[in-house]
């Protein structure tokens, strides 16, 4: 087997590959996928939409813990300052004297029992007198420290203390010399002097409690715009961090007070506030300063380049160790007074749930859309159930296993209306499949699938079954190759190689029945795709073409024959014609030597030499007519022997001969075919009559050449003869010619032989042969034969 | 009856060939007269021409076989000797149906041909001897009135019912006057009886 065809071959069935996608598979994965994408984009824009909502409400949270810092720190200060404004309108009012000192210590005190906050509350002025009422431990709750008028610069002076009980009532009494507090120093004192108006004192630790606190001072102004005294309340703020402890306690985060220097005012640890603080140095730490990282972290860096500039609310976020706060700044507004609020918070206060809940979430929708998934699955597989049952049933359809109306069922519309177009198309490809089983069953002419690669007959019909005398599984087994003979396998190689190049296979040949006789097959042959163009089978038609081959075989034999006829009747028709003409001149030889013998005798005495020599003359003539008359007899002899032929199969195969040569020049040669009786005579003389008459009317209509040129044989049956005529529309026959004579022509290369020899033939064979003028142009020569009644003899 | 020599007529369109012929043959002392075609011959030699014609098969013009064909019509009494260059059987056969003595293929033997001559000489006097008989029982005939002509006819015709009242019957007249017609008859023509009647003119029927 030829290599390279068969790579052809394999390479034709190699498709490329294409990507095919499983309608189940694109069925599950967008219903999950679908789903899982539904779910985790709700999931995600509500926890996106939720955290900014909590960031919100974080920052609300917080704006609100300030309001209410706000409001605790303004319920801290506010009755203070109410209660020393009160104090300096008495005073001013001389309701209260403030010289009084009896009068102020019990005022201050209903001062110090209505506002619990209050540390301490005193009146001091430029002579250096001082009264201050204050808490205390013991031995009562209240102190009180007069300080008398002393010039201003002693270092020690005298002082009275009294403490008291709630009720005023007087516990104990003590007084010193060496008292070294000076009023007239202090911050509250020189700021009040120096502003004439309210004032409020940086928040520092007081000296007495080491609590932080902060001094609001006033002065009391006489009529003349003078300050008298100056009235100073020390507010102790410990209780504000308490409070921040308080309302923060539960929270991860703080809420701080803050000066505009960023001094920490209230912890909730109060300690931090406390701590670092001494006798000299009674300043509040700054919250870059207090340990306590996250606020350090939140405020620090505000409070290093201060506070001030803060309004509004100011939002910050931060992170410290992993964990996201949030912070605010606030400012209080009191007047004469520019505290802030800080607070700050983990953000895990507001959004830890919704954390939490988000990887629950996360979780959830993960599960679901597990969940989802294997429902999407089941839901995809429900749904394609039909689907794949309706491709099972359309594959058996296909096949054939049951008929379209038994499947093609689908629960839905789409398939089912599917169904019926291909349940039609199948009806349709059946009836025609079964159409073409009929016609390749049924037809008149051998037909074959043949495997093109291997040339297997794959299904063969009864037709070609019955040219190669095989039943059909025997010849279903074989190969072309096996039908043919050895010396033609080439056949075979040259069939698959025209097929696989898609060309149609043509080709005449002899194969090899069963019975191992030959026969003439004609093979046509094309080859049959499949959808993929991946060669399936070749179909054949096989004709046994042995009857037209024989009949090709018998006008060639009959050609062969005919040219040694010819070469006879030609050499015949010579010798009859050189007989004729020197038979003449031998005549005349022979009687004039006859004369001269005479006249030699008359003479007398003849000389007997030339006797002799007119003796030789005479037998030499007769011997150059008896080798003329030899040669006309052997010619005679071979006009061959005569026999019952079918005349109108010598017609045809002559016809087959000619042919050729008729259509070189455009001529249609046309027999019109009639039943004829059998004839008598040599079937080869009449054949080369035949011959004779049509190349005449072919030279003729050459000669002349017109449209249509055109020879008509015709036969007529009569009682005894049959009568062939051959007619042609060529331009006739000149006058200036004498028929059937020899070596008299009407052609310029032509030797006059053969009208004179077909007359010798017909003549011959018993028949007559004359031209026979028409109305028409052209010539129609005619000749008879006999009838025979015996039957055809075989040859 | 005459004492003109036979004479040997010669056609033939090959001039060489007559001539060697002509001369062969009066060599041996034979009067002969030869033609290039078959008309001449016709315009030159008189129906009562004597001795025998050596013809010659295909001519251009008339041919031989035609020539002998105007010759039978003409009553001719020269015997025919045809001689042919390329004379088949098919042409000796019908040459010598239409009377012909003989056929020879060229080139032949002079001396066939010499006792052919001589032959057809013979021939050719007995048939001029038959041809003066016909011409002399017809002119006998001649002087038959029409009624004897009728009763002649009659008596040639029916051999078997010869008698006077058959033939009268015959001819609607009576047995007497066919007697009367009869013995006419038999003086006219020279017979006594009516045996001799029928010899004479039976043949010529």
């Known amino acids: 087997m030829d290599t390279t065809a068969q790579q052809e071959f394999r390479r034709d069935q190699a498709e490329p590959a294409r990507r095919r996608k499983s309608l189940r598979a694109t069925l599950a994965l967008c219903l999950g996928g679908l789903q899982f994408v539904a779910i985790l984009s709700v999931t995600l824009s509500s926890f996106v939409s939720s955290e900014n909502a909590l960031l919100r409400q974080s920052r609300n949270s917080l704006n609100e813990v300030s309001v209410n810092v706000i409001s605790q720190v303004k319920s801290f200060l506010n009755p203070a300052r109410q209660a020393l404004d009160a104090t300096r309108r008495l005073a001013e009012n001389d309701v209260l004297d403030i010289n009084d000192t009896a009068a102020l210590e019990s005022h201050f005190f209903q001062q110090l029992q209505v506002a619990p906050q209050l540390a301490g509350i005193y009146l001091a002025d430029d002579t250096g007198r001082f009264v201050y009422v204050m808490r205390s431990e013991e031995p009562g709750r209240y102190r009180t420290k007069v300080i008398p008028p002393f010039p201003f610069g002693s270092t020690e002076h005298p002082a009275d203390y009294q403490w008291r009980n709630d009720r005023f009532t007087l516990l104990e009494t003590s007084d010193t010399l060496t008292d070294t507090y000076e009023a007239r120093s202090r911050p509250w004192f020189r700021m009040v002097t120096e502003a004439k108006a309210p004032i409020w004192t940086q928040p520092y630790i007081f000296y007495t409690t080491r609590q932080p606190g902060i001094t609001y001072g006033v002065p009391v102004l006489d009529e003349a715009g003078g300050i008298r005294a100056i009235l100073g309340v020390d507010i102790q703020i410990d209780a504000l961090s308490g409070f921040l402890l308080d309302i923060w306690s539960e929270r991860r985060g703080a809420a701080l007070v803050l000066n505009e220097d960023g001094a920490v005012l209230a912890h909730p640890t109060l300690v931090l506030i406390q701590q670092g603080a001494d006798f000299d140095n009674l300043e509040l730490p700054r919250v870059n300063e207090i340990d306590d990282p996250l606020a350090r972290k939140a405020f620090g860096t505000g409070s290093q380049t201060g506070m001030a500039g803060v309004a509004g609310p100011v939002h910050t976020d931060f992170e410290l160790n992993g964990q996201d706060y949030v912070a605010m700044l606030i400012e209080v507004s009191e007047p004469g007074l520019r505290w802030l609020i800080g607070l700050y918070a983990a953000e895990d206060n507001f959004i830890g749930e919704i954390k939490k809940s988000r990887v629950q979430g996360i979780w959830i929708a993960f599960s679901i859309a597990i969940l989802t998934g294997a429902i999407g699955l089941a839901l995809a597989d429900r749904i394609y159930a039909p689907v794949r049952s309706f491709a099972s049933q359309t594959r058996r359809v296909s096949s054939g296993e049951i008929t379209p109306e038994e499947g093609l069922r689908s629960p839905y519309r789409e398939l089912e209306d599917t169904g019926a177009a291909l349940a039609q198309e199948v009806r349709q490809r059946q009836r025609f499949e079964t159409a073409y089983g009929r016609t390749f069953d049924l037809a008149s002419r051998g037909m074959a699938q043949i495997a093109p690669d291997t040339g297997r007959f794959l299904r063969v019909n009864e037709q070609l079954c019955d040219i190669m005398g095989y039943p059909p599984d025997a010849l279903e087994k074989m190969t072309l190759a096996e039908t043919l003979p050895e010396d033609g396998q080439q056949i075979a190689v040259k069939f698959r190689e025209t097929l696989l190049q898609d060309s149609e296979f043509i080709a005449e040949n002899q194969f090899i029945r069963r019975d191992g006789s030959t026969i003439w097959l004609r093979v046509n042959a094309i080859l049959i795709r499949d959808e993929n163009g991946v060669p399936d089978h070749a179909v054949a038609i096989i004709d046994d073409v042995s009857d037209r081959k024989q009949a090709e075989d018998e006008a060639s034999r009959l050609s062969r024959d005919l040219s040694h006829v010819a070469r006879v009747n030609l050499m015949g028709e010579m010798a009859s014609g050189l007989a004729h003409e020197l038979n003449q001149p031998l005549s005349a030889i022979s009687y004039n030597v006859d004369a001269a013998k005479i006249t030699l005798e008359e003479i007398g005495d003849p000389d007997p030499e030339l006797t002799q020599i007119l003796s030789d003359i005479d037998r030499q003539s007769r011997r150059a007519g008896d080798i003329i008359r030899a040669l006309r007899d052997v010619v005679r002899k071979d006009r061959g022997r005569q026999s019952p032929f079918e005349l109108g199969g010598l017609i045809r195969q002559t016809v087959i001969l000619m042919e050729a040569e008729a259509r070189e020049h455009d001529i249609t040669l046309v027999y019109h075919k009639s039943d004829l009786p059998l004839v008598t005579g040599n079937r080869t003389q009449i054949a080369q009559v035949l011959v004779n008459l049509l190349r005449n009317a072919i030279d003729a209509l050459t000669r002349d050449p017109g449209d249509g040129g055109q020879i008509t044989i015709s036969t007529q049956v009569t009682e005894a003869q049959v009568e062939v005529r051959v007619a042609d529309n060529g331009p006739g026959v000149s006058d200036d010619v004498t028929l059937f004579n020899t070596f008299d022509t009407q052609k310029s290369d032509g030797m006059g032989l053969g009208l004179s020899i077909c007359r010798t033939i017909v003549k011959a064979n018993g028949g007559t042969i004359w031209h026979e003028p028409t109305d028409a142009s052209g010539a129609c020569f005619c000749f008879t034969l006999h009838r025979s009644d015996r039957p055809e003899e075989d040859a | ?205």
């Open chain 2, 1 to 205: 009856m005459t004492s003109d020599p036979l004479t040997v007529f010669i056609v033939d369109d090959d001039d060489d060939v007559r001539i060697a012929l002509s001369r062969s043959l009066s060599k041996r002392g034979m009067q002969v007269e030869g033609f290039g075609d078959a008309q001449a011959f016709l315009d030159g030699v008189g129906e009562d021409a004597r001795g025998c014609l050596i013809l010659d098969y295909g001519m251009p013009g008339m041919d031989g076989l035609e020539l002998q064909d105007h010759l039978v019509r003409q009553d001719s009494t020269l015997p025919i000797i045809f001689v042919s260059g390329h004379g088949g059987i098919p042409e000796s056969v019908r040459a010598t149906k239409a009377g012909a003595i003989d056929f020879l293929e060229k080139p032949f033997d002079l001396s066939v041909l010499i006792e052919r001559i001589e032959a057809a000489m013979d021939i050719g006097s007995q048939l001029r001897a038959a041809k003066a008989h016909r011409q002399e029982l017809a002119e006998k005939r001649s002087l038959l009135t029409e009624r004897e002509e009728q009763v002649l006819q009659h008596i040639l015709t029916h051999p078997a019912r010869t008698s006077s009242k058959e033939i009268a019957s015959e001819l609607g007249i009576s047995p007497r006057t066919v007697e009367i017609h009869r013995g006419r008859i038999q003086q006219k023509v020279g017979v006594k009886t009516m045996i001799e009647l029928y010899e004479l003119f039976g043949p010529m029927q």
